[in-house]
């Protein structure tokens, strides 16, 4: 099994809601990934989980909340979220971090209301 | 910034000819990766080069680094239709700590848009 699956593909949510994003791996995976992408615009760095902790926050505001349950499990909680937070959200995976291939997920497309 | 820049940022070819995309970056890598990226879905890993390695082959694909220039090249050889995406090169950086965890992170160049034109 070589995928990164995440739940839900599509999620409208208004600025008052509360909702969480959520990725899964299979692989034995120690670090995971929090991207966010804008339209014709890269993956921008969110978060980076290495064996269940968290080591890199890119300055991300408070309303987008990380959560790692397990070593195969990566959450994002969003709360109180802004219209210009509407993007794609990418979770990716990889054997350890840095220094080798990362597994992406197909993403939610997230739309802020 | 990390951030790469890829040149062009957008390029048409027909079928059948071959693609060239380039990268260039700001600081020391641990290495280089190549993703593409169909229609804003995921993007799917191509070919990763080492900061010690100059050229790698896959298939069709060919990538240079020289470190010395900090620039990447990505040569798609024999276009298909079906090559048509997104490319972003990625760079691989950051400090390394005693507790295995380190800073490393995988930073996104701004990304060539490819059309192949049956």
């Known amino acids: 099994d070589t995928e990164v699956t995440q739940t839900p593909k599509h999620l409208v949510m208004g600025m008052t809601n509360k909702k969480s994003l959520k990725c899964e791996q299979h692989?034995?995976?120690?670090?995971m990934y929090w991207y966010k992408q804008k339209a014709k615009k890269p993956p921008e760095l969110m978060f980076v989980?290495?064996?269940?902790?968290?080591?890199i926050n890119e300055s991300v505001p408070s309303r987008f909340s990380p959560e790692c349950p397990n070593s195969s499990l990566l959450n994002l909680h969003l709360h109180a979220l802004q219209p210009e937070d509407s993007a794609l959200y990418l979770c990716?995976?990889?054997?350890?971090?840095?220094?080798?291939?990362?597994?992406f997920g197909q993403g939610t497309r997230l739309t802020v209301v | 910034s990390q951030q790469g820049e890829e040149d062009p940022q957008a390029l048409s070819i027909q079928e059948g000819e071959n693609a060239t995309m380039n990268c260039s970056y700001k600081?020391?890598?641990?290495?280089l990766q190549w993703y593409r990226q169909n229609s804003g879905r995921g993007l799917v890993h191509l070919i990763l080069?080492?900061?010690?390695?100059r050229e790698k082959h896959s298939g069709r694909l060919r990538v240079t680094l020289d470190t010395s220039k900090k620039s990447s090249s990505l040569l798609i050889t024999a276009s298909r239709a079906a090559d048509t995406a997104s490319y972003f090169c990625?760079?691989?950086?950051?400090?390394?700590?005693?507790?295995?965890?380190?800073?490393?992170?995988?930073?996104f160049g701004k990304g060539t848009k490819l059309s192949v034109i049956p």
């Open positions: 990716a995976s990889s054997q350890r971090q840095g220094g080798t291939e990362a597994f």
């Open positions: 692989m034995g995976h120690r670090a």
């Open positions: 989980y290495s064996y269940e902790k968290l080591s």
């Open positions: 600081t020391s890598i641990n290495n």
């Open positions: 080069i080492r900061s010690n390695e």
């Open positions: 990625a760079t691989d950086w950051g400090v390394n700590s005693y507790s295995g965890a380190g800073s490393y992170q995988l930073t």
